[in-house]
């Protein structure tokens, strides 16, 4: 038995008094008019922007102009001809150190805080925090109001949401992470620091 395990069983043995988990099937959770709208300020209140890539036009002159001083791009998605690393390809996550945009693409994004839930379709993970400047690739067809169906669709609830594939959800490796606007932190005097521990600059795509 691991310490975690054995901690646990002390605390569940000196358990007195037990409650049943409430009912959260009637939980009123928040929704929006024009979820895409809301995602689009919510995008913006994080730090993040966000962009509606008009049809025809090329994602690669939109990375390319927002970054045009960037000499290393990280990204493993065909349509990203810019590429000069592939994470897919590199030997270890270290080698993509030094990354100044990283391009993945997400599966939906969240109107009520302007998540995007990024499954790991890369061999390393590392390309969606170590980047200096993150870009999310997004259908604007797939937002959805708040977490409440957000986490039904994680749980590939097919009823509500029509998905069947979990490997749509959690990439070819099983894991897949929340991402909203870039990396913040503001627990030292209380002052916002953007890019403390992953990317300073984060822009959803809006296909």
Same mark, same amino acid.
């Given at each position: 038995?691991?310490?975690?395990?054995?901690?646990?069983?002390?605390?569940?043995?000196?358990? #007195?008094?037990?409650?049943?988990?409430?009912?959260?099937?009637?939980?009123?959770? %928040?929704?929006?008019?024009?979820?895409?709208?809301?995602?689009?300020?919510?995008?913006?209140? %994080?730090?993040?922007?966000?962009?509606?890539?008009?049809?025809?036009?090329? %994602?690669?002159?939109?990375?390319?102009?927002?970054?045009?001083?960037?000499?290393?791009?990280?990204?493993?998605?065909?349509?990203?001809?810019?590429?000069?690393?592939?994470?897919?390809?590199?030997?270890?996550?270290?080698?993509?150190?030094?990354?100044?945009?990283?391009?993945?693409?997400?599966?939906?994004?969240?109107?009520?805080?302007?998540?995007?839930?990024?499954?790991?379709?890369?061999?390393?993970?590392?390309?969606?925090?170590?980047?200096?400047?993150?870009?999310?690739?997004?259908?604007?067809?797939?937002?959805?109001?708040?977490?409440?169906?957000?986490?039904? #669709?994680?749980?590939?609830?097919?009823?509500?949401?029509?998905?069947?594939?979990?490997?749509?959800?959690?990439?070819?490796?099983?894991?897949?992470?929340?991402?909203?606007?870039?990396?913040?932190?503001?627990?030292?005097?209380?002052?916002?620091?953007?890019?403390?521990?992953?990317? #300073?600059?984060?822009? %959803?795509?809006?296909?």
């Amino acid at each position: 038995m691991s310490s975690k395990e054995e901690i646990l069983k002390k605390y569940r043995a000196n358990v #007195r008094e037990r409650f049943d988990m409430p009912d959260l099937s009637d939980i009123k959770a %928040v929704t929006y008019p024009d979820p895409l709208q809301q995602f689009i300020n919510m995008t913006k209140n %994080v730090g993040g922007n966000a962009i509606v890539v008009e049809p025809g036009r090329d %994602v690669n002159d939109i990375i390319r102009g927002m970054f045009p001083d960037a000499k290393e791009i990280a990204s493993n998605l065909p349509e990203i001809t810019i590429a000069t690393r592939n994470p897919d390809t590199v030997g270890q996550a270290s080698d993509l150190n030094g990354t100044d945009v990283g391009v993945v693409r997400g599966c939906f994004g969240v109107a009520e805080n302007a998540c995007v839930w990024i499954p790991q379709q890369m061999k390393e993970k590392a390309v969606c925090f170590i980047s200096e400047n993150l870009v999310i690739l997004l259908p604007k067809s797939e937002i959805v109001n708040n977490m409440h169906e957000a986490y039904r #669709r994680l749980s590939n609830d097919t009823e509500s949401t029509g998905k069947t594939e979990a490997t749509e959800l959690f990439g070819a490796y099983g894991y897949g992470t929340f991402i909203s606007g870039p990396s913040k932190t503001a627990d030292i005097a209380q002052v916002l620091v953007m890019g403390a521990q992953a990317a #300073r600059t984060a822009t %959803v795509l809006l296909i």
